[in-house]
């Protein structure tokens, strides 16, 4: 299974960007979905986690993004997004995607995309 985390870029401050992460599989349920992000000088932070239960979603946000950021599964796309709005200078950091995911043949493994750079101009 590869993971591609995509979508990052410039944008200015108070704009609103969309992160994706698309597992390449055949056969493939996504479980879980987090977003990390990781600042020049900081540790990685989780910032949003959904976690699918059956036909319900659980999701959590880091503080900081509470009321900005909405993280989101397309099953049919084999993707996970965060939908960031009213990004704030502090939000530029790289961005990674960790996913687990249920194959047939691999069970239920955690993978991790590449990092992608946001960077939010003031």
């Known amino acids: 299974v590869q993971l591609q985390a995509s979508g990052g870029g410039l944008v200015q401050a108070g704009g609103t960007h969309r992160l994706s992460c698309t597992a390449f599989?055949?056969?493939?349920?996504?479980?879980?979905v987090g977003w990390y992000r990781q600042a020049p000088g900081n540790e990685r932070e989780l910032v949003a986690r959904?976690?699918?239960?059956?036909?319900?979603?659980?999701?959590t946000y880091v503080d900081s993004v509470k009321g900005r950021f909405t993280i989101s599964i397309d099953s049919a796309a084999n993707t996970g997004y965060l939908q960031m709005e009213s990004l704030k200078p502090e939000d530029t950091a790289v961005h990674f995607c960790?996913?687990?995911?249920?194959?047939?043949?691999?069970?239920?493994?955690?993978?991790w995309g590449q990092g992608t750079l946001v960077t939010v101009s003031s």
């Open positions: 959904i976690v699918r239960q059956g036909s319900r979603e659980r999701t």
């Open positions: 599989a055949n056969n493939f349920h996504i479980n879980i």
């Open positions: 960790n996913m687990n995911g249920y194959t047939p043949s691999t069970g239920s493994v955690y993978y």
